[in-house]
C-alpha cells in the first residue's frame, strides 16, 4: 500500500469512526409548551446540534393532552435509537404522557414544567401552591366551535409575565407570535405519567411567574429527579434567558 492510500485509509477510517461516535448520542426531542412554538428552543438547538446531538423540535398543537401526546408519540416512534425528551411548561404535561410505555425514551428532562400523576391537571397543580400570577394575566378567551376556548396571555402584560429577563424588545415580539393554549386542554386530566418509570432532570427560574417555583420542586422531589437545576432570577422562559444551563442539564441526561 503506497503511503498516499495509506494515508487515505487512515482519514477514511477516522471519519466514519467520528461518524459512528456522532450517531450513538441520543436524539434530543424538545416539545415546547402554551404561549410559545418551537423558536422557544433555538438556543438550546445551537448548543446541542454545535455537541454533535440530532435534534427534533416536535410541534405541539396545544389541543388536548391526550391528542397532543399522541401527536408527540408519532415523532418518537419515527427515530431510531434512544432518545432525550424534554418539554416546557404545559410540554412537561404531554412528554409524561408520550413517554408512557416508549421503549426508546431514556430520559425526561422538565424545563419549568408540568409532570401531572394520573388524575391529575395542569391548572390543579398550577394552583397548589401560591405564586401565580398567570389567571390574572390571561386575556379575554376566545370562542372556539364545540365549545372550548383558546387562551392568550394579554400582550401588555406577557413580558413581565411570561419572559421578564428576556430583551424587552424580543419579549414584545414573542407576546404577538404566542400559540394559544385551549381551556380544555389546561383542564385535562392525565392518564400516564411516564416519569415514574423513566429517570428524569429538572431545572426551573427562581422568578417563575406562570408555574410557582414551589409547585416544581415539589413535581420534581416526587418524580425523584436525577438532578435538580433552580436558575436564580429566571422567568418561566428559562430555555431562552438560559439556553446553555439548560442544554447542560440535557446533555447530562444523555449520558
Known sequence: MTQKVFAFALALGLANLATAHAQTKPTVVLVHGAFADSSSWNGVVADLTRDGYPVVAAANPLRGLASDAAAVRTVLDAIPGPVVLVGHSYGGAVISAASDGAANVKALVYVAAFAPEVG???????????GSTLPSALDRPVDLPGGAHDLYIQQDKFPVQFAADVPLAQAKLMAVAQRPLTDAAG???????????IPSWWTYGEADRNIPPAAMKWMAERA?????????????VVMISHPHEVARLIEAASH
Open 224 to 236: 425523584r429527579a436525577k438532578q435538580i437545576v433552580i436558575v436564580p432570577g429566571a422567568s418561566h
Open 120 to 130: 391529575e391537571s395542569i391548572f390543579e397543580l398550577s394552583g397548589k401552591f401560591p
Open 187 to 197: 383542564a385535562e386530566r392525565a392518564v400516564a405519567n411516564g416519569w415514574k418509570a
